[in-house]
């Protein structure tokens, strides 16, 4: 398969949709896949619509990096548990989805960031894994051709890799099997509300009556949660990637330093991205949602690059209708894959530096570049939780740029949620109150 998916992808789930459903899950991300995959493994009747197709958005475009590393300690277990359902999936399907166990390292170019990386190694412990510091020379000895030595690393053996592009569709087929119907080129408008509760959902094709729904639209769902007066301070920033031609394969895992990062990919060419870098385009929504960035933005006043304007259509479109009647084209058909373009003035430094990076891999070759609209929240960690507000509605979105690796955990969380079954963590860090309840804001490591 060609990656990322775009539109001219054909469609493997056609539809049409059933008028009737236990659960309806919007959108066919990782997050949503996996949600709908948990629901039909406990019986429910359930109907997954993506307006676009499956994995077109975040979840084809990222560097497919399965990491515990850096994560926020809230995610560490539920991300242990979402390993597991890793494993069992690639042994679930017939379709080699590139999972290998190649691990994640992160370079300290200097004693400070040293010092950082060692100091979330009292969460690993915590949590049993195999994280340790890597001296200047293991560091040499781990990933040979680095043409600078680095004050040492932060390694985590245990952490994995996929292919998003071939993963995210062979988790859909997986679901499909085990009993969820999926149906693509179906936009949800709104939700069906009655009596205060959700009813169901009005999509571009009707009707679909259910008494649970589960939103998982990654970068589309503030603007979606808005029209029903749901307030969440999520954003989404641009992210480039340059896919390069085969190489030789130094380092099979996924490593970072503060300019380049680097993973290997299943047909031989290195994926380059740079992890500390975003832009945000500056619309209605980041102005209403400033504020809660404000601890963000003083921890990190230069992570990201502003924008004047988002291209139209976006989810955070000056132009972009914000109410649109149910019986109208919503924002949702007008723009089927969110596809920004890649900012090229990155791409082209990215293979620079990679080049410089690795001199012994010789000339680094672009075979192409994509880029992704990353969903992202104040604090960087989700939103997983029920809608207090509005009974019957589950939400699970806002996976701040780490919500591939983590996918299968929460789909089983978000799915325990709706089902009523045992979710088996702690889920007080993602709750949606956090932003309206006067807690203070704390930041997740965003390592
Ligand atoms: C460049 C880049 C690199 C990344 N690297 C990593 C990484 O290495 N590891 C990692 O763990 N994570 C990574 N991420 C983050 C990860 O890709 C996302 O967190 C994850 O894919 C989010 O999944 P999702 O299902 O929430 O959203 P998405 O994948 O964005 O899916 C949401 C879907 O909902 C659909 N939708 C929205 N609204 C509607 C509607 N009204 N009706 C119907 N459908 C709708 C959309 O069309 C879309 O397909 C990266 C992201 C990017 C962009």
Redesign the pocket.
């Known amino acids: 398969m060609s990656f990322p998916i775009f539109m001219n992808t054909p469609p493997q789930w056609p539809g049409p949709a059933p008028k009737e459903a236990d659960v309806v899950v919007?959108?066919?991300?990782?997050?949503?896949?996996?949600t709908a995959l948990f629901l039909a493994r406990a019986g429910q009747r359930v109907v997954l619509?993506?307006?676009?197709?499956?994995?077109?958005?975040?979840?084809?475009?990222?560097?497919?990096?399965?990491?515990l590393q850096g994560r926020d300690p809230d995610e560490i277990p539920i991300m242990l548990e979402a390993g597991e359902h890793w494993r069992a999936f690639a042994r679930q399907t017939n379709v080699d989805i590139g999972l290998r166990q190649e691990g994640v390292t992160y370079l300290a170019e200097t004693e400070k960031d040293y010092v950082k990386y060692e100091g979330w190694l009292d969460h690993a412990r915590a949590n049993g894994l195999d994280s340790r510091m890597l001296s200047s020379a293991e560091t040499a000895k781990l990933i040979p051709n680095l043409s600078r030595s680095y004050a040492g690393a932060l390694y985590t053996a245990q952490d994995m890799?996929a292919e998003?592009w071939v993963a995210?569709p062979a988790l859909a087929g997986i679901a499909a099997r085990e009993g969820a119907t999926l149906v693509e080129n179906?936009?949800?408008?709104?939700l069906d509300i009655e009596g205060g509760k959700v009813a169901g959902v009005i999509?571009e094709a009707g009707r679909i009556k259910a008494p649970e729904v589960v939103?998982?639209?990654?970068?589309?769902?503030a603007?979606?949660l808005q029209r029903h007066g749901i307030f969440v301070p999520q954003l989404s920033v641009?992210?480039?990637?340059v896919a390069t031609e085969p190489m030789d394969a130094v380092y099979q895992g996924?490593a970072a330093d503060s300019r380049v990062?680097f993973?290997h990919r299943a047909d031989g060419g290195y994926s380059l991205?740079q992890g500390g870098f975003s832009e945000l385009f500056v619309g209605p929504s980041a102005f209403r949602s400033l504020r809660h960035y404000a601890t963000q933005l003083r921890a990190d006043p230069f992570g990201v690059r502003l924008l004047p304007r988002a291209p139209a259509g976006f989810p955070d479109g000056w132009g972009t209708p914000r109410r649109w009647a149910d019986d109208a084209i919503?924002?949702?058909?007008r723009?089927?894959?969110?596809n920004p373009a890649p900012n090229a003035r990155k791409a082209a430094k990215l293979l620079r530096q990679f080049a410089q990076m690795m001199p012994g891999l010789g000339e680094v070759r672009a075979a192409k570049s994509?880029?992704?609209?990353?969903?992202t929240m104040p604090d960087i960690v989700?939103v997983v939780d029920r809608a207090a507000a509005l009974p019957g509605l589950t939400i699970?979105?806002?996976?701040?740029?780490?919500?591939?690796?983590?996918?299968p955990g929460?789909g089983r969380v978000l799915a325990a949620l709706v089902t009523g079954d045992k979710v088996g963590h702690d889920l007080r860090r993602f709750r949606l109150s956090r932003f309206s309840d006067g807690s203070a804001m704390t930041l997740g490591p965003g390592l």
Request: glycine share 20%; aromatic share 8%; proline share 4%.
């Open positions: 919007i959108g066919g991300g990782v997050i949503g896949v996996c619509l993506e307006k676009g197709r499956i994995a077109a958005e975040q979840s084809s475009r990222n560097w497919g990096w399965i990491r890799r998003p995210v179906c936009a949800v408008r709104g999509t939103l998982a639209g990654g970068a589309w769902s603007l979606f641009r992210a480039t990637v996924g990062a993973r991205a919503s924002p949702f058909e723009m089927r894959v969110l994509w880029a992704g609209m990353i969903d989700p699970g979105t806002g996976m701040s740029g780490h919500g591939f690796g983590i996918g929460m």
